[in-house]
DNA sequence: GGAACTCGCCAC
DNA sequence: AAACGTGGCGAGTTCC
């Protein structure tokens, strides 16, 4: 790495120290008070699970002494060997799955308990039990560490700051309804929008993609949902069609940027949209549309019956996608690849260097992974700066890649809102002279002594 | 009988 | 041929 690079992450440490020092404040009465909950669900969920034949077997089966369904590979003996049900998927020895896509598949009720349970577990042990572990004088105080990722990201533990639930409304409640600023402070998130987006065009400088992200009207997400579910009267304001344009984003548009191809974007999408991916799909199937039409008939009216037709239809939207649409952003992608075959390394625009062996995905996606984290950093550190100098009540007490989560003081509401604003917009812009598309950001915020599960958009 | 490891799963 | 990157847990294995 070059000296820019070295400084960044030596700065970004002593920043990043500040907000371990800081903490977060955690409700460990609560925290315990959820514990006891799930155990009490966990419990009941066994019982019933052991009154079942299905578990009888089992237990039979393995000559009377009693089975551990929190063992896989005690699990996956039983379904593949004794039952001899076909597995559906395979884990990477080869063996049946015995993750939450392939029990759901064989279609055996006591699976879905065993599911339940999993998920249970893992908001107990995992979150709620890592922060009663992990709490000194009521603070949890994440680590950030930037010597551990690949691809110069940071990564964070003790607990993990960055993969708390929050898609999950069951495990977002458990978990975040434990999480609180300081009294009478409030919890803001700050998120760059579309970070990676915005730097991977820096990287490739598709003129379409330029388009896309320096023209606030324009909509590539929305592009696309219109050409992957050929919906003719788009209306970005309908709620049914906002859900395609998530579609889109989500099973087709990112997963191609990660060098995913259409025949996974297809499985996925079906099972996203409700549509089956064995057999022809019917007209009374899948989410529903807007205009009260399930997607079902929706597809079938245009002709796509059937996930294959579907695939085909995607691969045809691939090759439109790289070569019609982003056909510079497709060169870099050649190009970049030769240039690591040429050097035996990549070098990030933020003077990160990646070395070893990498295949073409990595190397397409490292240098923006990393770069925006960078972005984040560098906002991070300069945002530091200023409160430590000015001595703000404020503090920056997590980050998670792309966002930065602060303790407000709320009479500094305002005027964090506003340096930040201008660090993450303007002053970055003028630090790494390539960043050529407009950044922007949002934020969320909760009120005042709430919780972190309460936080709402605000606009900034 | 514990440390250190791998695997599979799942959270982001 | 076919999804980038993490951390953490429980189960199971290996080694001393």
Known sequence: ????????????????????RAGIRVDLKRAKKNKEALTIKI????????????????????GGTPRNMNSDTQLGNYLYKVLKLKPTKLNTSKKGSTDEEALESLNVPELNTILKIRKLKNIRDTFLEGFVREAVDGFVHPFYNL????????????????NIPVRSLEAKKYIRKCLYPRRGHQIMELDFKGIEVGVGTCYHKDPTMIKYVTNPKSDMHG???????????????????STLRNGAKNGFVFPQFYGDYYGNNAVSLAKWGRLSSTTRWSKSEGILLPNKVPLGKHMINH?????????????????????????????????AWRQYQKK???????????????????????????????????????????MYREGWETKIIGQIHDSLIFDIYPPELSMVIEIAKRITTVDLLKNYP?????????????????SWYYKKKIKI
């Open 147 to 162: 010597n551990l990722v690949v691809t110069y990201r940071s990564s964070s533990d003790s607990p993990n700051f960055q």
């Open 223 to 241: 592009d696309m949902a219109k050409q992957i579910f050929l919906i003719d009267d788009w209306d970005p304001s309908h709620d049914g069609h």
């Open 434 to 450: 390539w960043i050529i598309v407009p950044l922007s950001v949002e934020a969320e915020l909760c009120n005042i002594d709430e």
């Open 43 to 62: 419990e009941a969920l066994t019982k019933e699970l052991h009154k079942s034949n299905f578990y009888k077997r089992w237990v039979y089966s393995a």
């Open 303 to 335: 002709s796509l019956t059937s996930i294959k037709l579907f695939a085909d239809h995607l691969r045809g939207i691939e090759d439109h996608f790289w070569n019609e649409r982003f056909p510079v952003y497709n060169d870099w992608k050649d190009k």
């Open 344 to 386: 035996g390394y990549l070098e990030m625009l933020t003077g990160f260097k990646c070395q070893g062996v990498m295949d073409r995905k990595m190397i397409v996606n490292y240098p923006i992974q990393g770069t925006a984290f960078h972005c984040l950093l560098w906002c991070l550190i300069e945002l530091d700066r200023i």
């Open 1 to 20: 790495m070059n000296s820019e690079a070295y400084n960044l992450l030596h700065d970004g440490s002593l920043a990043l120290g500040r907000a371990e």
